[in-house]
Antibody, heavy 119, light 106 residues
């Protein structure tokens, strides 16, 4: 079965750090771009970051640039999102998704992991 | 910064046709995809590269684009289609979502 499973969310204080993981199975992981998207309850989808299949290219939303780092380990079929200097406005459900084709759209999504930044 | 505009809400009667729009500058030269999201669930890709339906998506969903507006059309709308719908595109190295449209079927 093709799937993505996020983990690593939790409660963290402002200024703290957290690392999210997105574990893939059921497909040739290294050939797909992987995205991170977040959503605050009752609000819309917001793109966070993406990384190419070989890990050589990555992009970030302005709101997280310089604070978040995306990476991948194709031997472990896992993408990571290292989140530093967390702010209250980073509180959200974080989803990872697989790009169906390059600039196609995310055809496989995880169930999401919740990040809460609060003191 | 680049933005996509969607109407906040659209209402349609069962078995009628729903048209959901998504507008943005120079959208005619960008690929657009559409997601459906139901409460408490992860989004589902229902259209990609403007007009392509992923495997498993019903034929009643179709996509089109004219000028700077992309349209998701649901023919013969069913009650199960009630959900939030988001369009998405790429601008340079940035990924942009529209604000979403809540489709009510009543």
């Amino acid at each position: 079965e093709v799937q993505l499973v996020e983990s690593g969310g939790g409660l963290v204080q402002p200024g703290g750090s957290l690392r999210l993981s997105c574990a893939a199975s059921g497909f040739t992981f290294s050939t797909y771009w992987i995205y991170w998207v977040r959503q605050t309850p009752g609000k819309g989808l917001v793109w966070v970051s993406r990384i190419s299949g070989d890990g050589h290219n990555s992009d970030y939303a302005d709101s997280v640039k310089g604070r978040f780092t995306i990476s991948r380990d194709n031997a472990k079929n896992t993408v990571y999102l290292q989140m530093n200097s967390l702010r209250a406005e980073d509180t959200a459900v974080y989803y990872c998704g697989r790009d169906i084709v390059v600039v196609g759209g995310m055809d496989v999504w995880g169930q999401g992991t919740t990040v809460t930044v609060s003191s | 910064s680049y933005a996509l505009t969607q109407p906040p809400s659209v209402s349609v009667s069962p078995r009628q046709t729903a048209s959901l729009t998504c507008s943005g500058g120079n959208l005619g030269n960008k690929y657009v995809c559409w997601y459906q999201q139901k409460p408490g669930q992860s989004p589902v890709l229902i259209m990609y590269q403007d007009t392509k339906r992923p495997s498993g998506i019903p034929e009643r969903f179709s996509g089109s684009k004219s000028g700077n507006t992309a349209t998701l059309t649901i023919s013969g709308t069913q009650v199960i289609d009630e959900a939030d719908y988001y369009c998405q595109t790429w601008d340079s190295s940035t990924v942009i979502f529209g604000g979403g449209t809540k489709l009510t079927v009543l």
